[in-house]
Every structure is written in C-alpha cells, then in structure tokens.
C-alpha cells in the first residue's frame, strides 16, 4: 500500500496540513488506498534523505516530496485509473490555480488563522512553529492575526473568479471534481481543521462547492478530525 507524511497535531489523528490534504484528495480521487504516517514540523529526521516538507508520498521504492509532483507522479504511475487533470491542457490550467491558492489564497488564511494554530500542535513544535512564523512575519502571531475581520473582507473578494465559474460549472474541473478542485479545497481543510473562524458565509456559492467536496470519497473530508471536535 502507499504511505505518506503527513502534518498531524497534538492529536495524532488531527490532520491539518492544506498540501497534504491536496495529496489526500487526489489519492482518494485515484481510488488509492494510502496509510497515513503522522508527522509533526520537528520531526524532519524521520523524513527519507532529501525531505524536509510534508506531503511525502512513498511509492514501492519511488519516494515523492511536493504535492504538485506527487499529483504529477499518480497521474503517469496509474494512468488506467480517473484522471486527475483530464489532459495536458488541464494539467497546464491546474498549476495556474496551484499557483494561485499557493501565492494569493493560502498567504491570504495563514493571516487570519496563524494565532489559532498552536493550541491544536504536538507541545515538542509550539517553540519551533512560534519562531519560525514570527520570523517570517515580522511579529507576533497574535499581531498577525489581530485585524482579520478587515482581512475577511478582502479574502471573499479573492474567491471572485471560483464564483464566476460556479456560475457554469459545479466544479473547478467542468462537471466533475478535478485537482483543481483538490488544490483548493485541501487549501480550505486547512482553516477547517485548525480554526473556529467563518471564513465562508452560508449563501456563498464558494461554500456551497466546499460542501460538495467535504462530501467527496465517502466525506473524506467531512469526517476529518478538526481542533473544535476535541
Ligand atoms: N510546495 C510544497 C509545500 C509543502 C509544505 O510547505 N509543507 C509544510 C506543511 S503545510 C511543511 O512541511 N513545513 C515544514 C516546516 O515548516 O518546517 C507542497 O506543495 O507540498
């Protein structure tokens, strides 16, 4: 069976990682059965040589780090199962939006979730996860995190070109799920794990697609383990 790392809190079953849960999606897309090795930020020792992030994908002897090139990998490994971007086209339209939730969406939530991280993480990362960000940030999680509710304005207006789709199509991918949906909802798992923050409102079609995809593979995502369950 395939393995993978994958980002797990104090609660070894609370998953929260937004790459990993690209990775989860599209394993599960693929029909993949995958056993899931917790991994916490201090533990990179434990990674195979050369990995240092998580998702980690191992294969039989092939060893994947990036969750775009594990995506990549699933979909010439087992080219017989569903397609994960229906063709090269897709596949080119996918990295645009892996681009996109990367650069815009996913520096977007960290700002509004950062502060609420710690308390779901395994007690051996608070100091390395605390440092680490505050130096990336240039001041505290807290103070990070302080003027989110303006925050939340900007980042529904983001989500406008998704709604514009949604217009014409259920899914990113036309009438079915593709990766460019997993990328975006495994980005949006990761404020739903962590957080007791809206960042969706009720009536927003946005919402409305992420509901469809917490239900996909048997609600994968939906009966996943988040910090308000404990
Ligand atoms: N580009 C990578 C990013 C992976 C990544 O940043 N993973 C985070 C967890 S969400 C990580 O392992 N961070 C380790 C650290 O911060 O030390 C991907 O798409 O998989």
Known sequence: MLQMYDLAGADPQLRFSPYCWRTRFALAHKGLPVETLPWRFTEKSRLPPGQEKVPVLLDGPRVVGDSWAIADHLERTYPDRPSLFAGEGGQALARFVNAWADTIVLPAI??????????????????????????????????????????????????????????????????????????????????????????LVAGDPVSAWFSRALDLYDGLGRSARTSSME
């Open 110 to 199: 960290f700002r509004m979730i950062v502060a609420d991280i710690p308390r779901c993480l395994a007690p051996q990362d608070l100091d390395y996860f605390r440092v680490s960000r505050e130096a990336r940030l240039g001041m505290t999680l807290e103070q990070a995190q302080a003027d989110r509710a303006q925050r939340l304005e900007v980042f529904r207006a983001l989500l406008a070109p998704v709604r514009r789709v949604l217009e014409t199509h259920d899914w990113l991918g036309g009438d079915r799920p593709s990766y460019a949906d997993h990328i975006l909802a495994g980005t949006l798992m990761w404020p739903r794990c962590v957080s007791d923050f809206t960042l």
